[in-house]
């Protein structure tokens, strides 16, 4: 099953729209993401959402919010906690995977393979088909 993930900018009001597709879409949803990283020792997160695919189609989206809203474990930030809720209210749990900076990529289709890659090996993707 071929993966994509469709960039919605930085997290700043593309938060929202995030919360929207997942309320929206809540009979598609698979599985919400907290991407955390760092880079020049600031922690950043980047919020995704995997949705199950259309009908017979084939193609897995995964709206992700990237690298916009600062990281604090104790202190989480009000986008975050959002996020957090509406997922919740799926009676679903976001999953919290530490990952590369995606400026060490020369390329963002680089970093989103490389995102796939991890998230199909912790099995929260499924294989490739």
Do not use: W
């Not at 604090?72 to 995977?97: G, H, S, W, Y």
């Not at 390329?107 to 912790?122: A, V």
Request: aromatic fraction near 10%; charge should be negative.
């Amino acid at each position: 099953m071929p993966q994509q993930f469709i960039e919605l900018g930085e997290g700043y009001g593309d938060v929202y729209e995030l919360l929207e597709i997942i309320k929206t879409n809540h009979e598609r949803f698979h599985q919400a993401f907290i991407l955390t990283s760092t880079k020049e020792d600031k922690k950043v997160t980047s919020l995704a959402v995997a949705l199950k695919p259309v009908g017979e189609s084939k193609f897995m989206p995964i709206y992700i919010c990237r690298e916009g809203i600062p990281y604090d474990e104790e202190q989480p930030t009000k986008r975050q906690n959002m996020f957090e809720a509406q997922v919740e209210q799926l009676n679903r749990k976001a999953v919290v995977v530490e990952i590369k900076h995606s400026s060490i990529f020369s390329e963002s289709k680089l970093f989103y393979q490389y995102l796939i890659g991890i998230l199909r090996l912790n099995n929260y993707l499924p294989a490739l088909t």
